[in-house]
């Protein structure tokens, strides 16, 4: 499992640095979709092997791995985007604060 995504990552760092005609803001951003996914999916796994022994645990690290894998699926739409309609990724990312807020609660 962590070879896989070791490779998925490597993948991605490397596709994103060899295209020539990418702005150094592009390649900023596709850094920050790589660690947010890879973060996503980290906390996820270790929520599901957590979930029959420390239920709450899970439950806090599911909720921080879905929001950290939303973030980066929305930086990756802001990768296509405009650089003057990257406000709309900045306020689609707002409510996942809220759902994490959320998540810390009893």
């Not at 973030?71 to 990756?76: I, N, P």
């Not at 990724?89 to 994490?100: E, M, S």
């Given at each position: 499992m962590s070879i896989t995504v070791a490779a998925q990552t490597s993948t991605s760092v490397i596709a994103?640095?060899?295209f020539d005609g990418q702005s150094s803001s592009t390649k900023a951003l596709l850094v920050c979709v790589v660690v947010s996914?890879?973060?996503g999916y980290l906390c996820c796994i270790t929520a599901i092997m957590l979930i029959e022994r420390r239920p709450q645990i899970a439950r806090v690290l599911g909720g921080i791995g879905s929001a950290a894998a939303t973030?980066?699926?929305?930086?990756?739409i802001a990768t296509f985007l405009p650089s003057y309609l990257v406000w709309i990724?900045?306020?689609?990312?707002?409510?996942?604060?809220?759902?994490?807020s959320l998540t810390f609660m009893p």
């Open positions: 994103a640095f060899n996914n890879l973060v973030m980066g699926f929305l930086l990756m990724v900045g306020l689609a990312c707002v409510p996942l604060f809220f759902v994490l």
